[in-house]
Nanobody, 115 residues
Framework: QVHVVESGGGLVQAGGSLRLSCAAS????????MAWYRQAPGKPRELVAS???????NYADSVKGRFTISIDNAKNTVYLPMNSLKPEDTAVYYC?????????WGQGTQVTVSS
């Protein structure tokens, strides 16, 4: 069973920064890619950013230029520094780990941006 643990959420003022981390453990197969999703109250979960084990990245338009995803394959850890945060970035952020066709999710970490 793959275990996924997120950290780094919190409360920050608009314009501030936070750095999310996500570590995966327990996988006996190579991770194909890791991603961050977020879900705000009353809204569907949306992809924020993803990165493959080879370093290919994908971002939601709303975060391009402000968030940067990176991966440490040796540690099965993905990082998401978030800069110039906006109130609309407020959400629970979830890490997803993809191994083959299976997705494993973390418990989520709250990010709150005050105006």
């Amino acid at each position: 069973q793959v275990h996924v643990v997120e950290s780094g959420g919190g409360l920050v003022q608009a314009g501030g920064s936070l750095r999310l981390s996500c570590a995966a453990s327990g996988t006996h197969s190579s991770i194909d890619y890791m991603a961050w999703y977020r879900q705000a109250p009353g809204k569907p979960r949306e992809l924020v950013a993803s990165i493959s084990s080879g370093g290919d990245t994908n971002y939601a338009d709303s975060v391009k230029g402000r968030f940067t995803i990176s991966i440490d394959n040796a540690k099965n850890t993905v990082y998401l520094p978030m800069n110039s945060l906006k109130p609309e970035d407020t959400a629970v952020y979830y890490c997803a780990v993809v191994v083959g066709v299976r997705h494993y999710w973390g418990q989520g970490t709250q990010v709150t941006v005050s105006s």
